[in-house]
């Protein structure tokens, strides 16, 4: 019975988020409610996963990109590129990945990746580019980038709270 609970609700949930009629994060918080009234998850194994350190230090650099956005940081790197790049897409890309890759890699990629979409955004206007081809060489260079620290992916971090917990294990 308990299976075909679970596959009923990754039915719903597969076609809730294919189709957007609820937005994701409704749809994600309903999925683990769902599971909680079915009593498939307790409430504490529903909300287990927010004390995760990966996900506390995926969402505590979202408020870092933001602060960065609204302090004006982002558009001086923005004008910055432009002035040095004199007109030169391609110096301008280059400027970018470089940066990119150096923040990814101490800080967690994801955000450097949001972080730099309105500078990606605006050089694409400021070159007439198709924004797609400065997005994802950025998106990639980041991902690349950020394996080369614990922190600089959220895959890095939590392979580690794994391995710690498990050594942990072994040592008691």
């Known amino acids: 019975m308990e299976i075909f609970?679970?596959?009923?609700i990754l039915l719903a949930a597969v076609i809730l988020l294919t189709t957007g009629a609820i937005p994701v994060d409704l749809t994600?918080?309903?999925i683990m409610v769902l599971l909680m009234l079915t009593g498939i998850l307790s409430p504490i194994e529903a909300v287990a996963g927010f004390a995760?350190?990966?996900v506390i230090t995926v969402g505590a650099m979202f408020p870092?990109?933001?602060a960065l956005i609204r302090t004006g940081a982002v558009g001086f790197i923005a004008e910055k590129i432009i002035a040095h790049s004199k007109?030169?897409?391609k110096l301008a890309m280059l400027l970018i990945l470089l940066i990119v890759a150096f923040s990814s890699a101490f800080i967690n990629n994801t955000p450097v990746v949001v972080l730099f979409i309105p500078i990606l955004l605006n050089l694409s206007c400021e070159y007439n580019i198709s924004p797609s081809k400065l997005l994802i060489p950025v998106s990639y260079t980041s991902i690349l980038a950020g394996t080369c620290t614990l922190i600089g992916?959220?895959?890095n971090i939590i392979v580690s709270n794994l391995?710690?917990?498990r050594s942990?294990?072994?040592m008691l």
Request: aromatic content about 0%.
């Open 5 to 8: 609970l679970v596959s009923m």
């Open 28 to 30: 994600a918080i309903g």
């Open 52 to 54: 995760n350190p990966a």
């Open 64 to 66: 870092i990109s933001r």
């Open 87 to 89: 007109g030169n897409s």
């Open 153 to 155: 992916t959220s895959t």
């Open 163 to 165: 391995s710690c917990n």
């Open 168 to 170: 942990r294990a072994i």
